[in-house]
């Protein structure tokens, strides 16, 4: 099923692509919002265009789009069993640990007879 959604949703997604890029630029991008390149009726106060049939095609395979995008996202995450933080998967060892150079646990420590660090005095 997910993988199903997801290619409907690439194939929603190359469909959306070559609907906005099939219509015609309105003119003036974001220098028209404001005025500052048209009259204040073409504006943000300006009337309603009227749609066509590639503007409904936008709206809809964007909603669709967004929808299958939450839909996944809320599947990705349920597939996942939550874990406790404190669960631990490997068994705890108590054996001890190895020395660091080898020799150094095999051999007792030298015996301190009292003269070590006065020879030569």
């Not at 199903?4 to 099939?22: E, K, N």
């Not at 964007?62 to 939450?70: E, H, K, N």
């Amino acid at each position: 099923m997910y993988g199903f959604l997801l290619a409907v949703m690439v194939l929603d997604g190359l469909i959306l692509s070559v609907v906005i890029l099939l219509q015609a630029g309105k003119g003036g991008g974001l220098a028209a919002v404001g005025g500052g390149g048209g009259t204040m009726a073409d504006g943000v106060l300006g009337g309603r265009q009227a749609t066509t049939v590639l503007t409904r095609a936008t709206w809809t395979t964007g909603t669709i789009f967004m929808v299958l995008a939450l839909v996944l996202s809320i599947m990705s995450s349920r597939a996942r069993a939550p874990e406790s933080v404190i669960q631990v998967d490997a068994p705890v060892t108590t054996t001890a640990p190895e020395p660091v150079l080898p020799g150094l646990g095999d051999t007792p420590p030298p015996a301190n007879d009292g003269n070590s660090g006065n020879e030569g005095n």
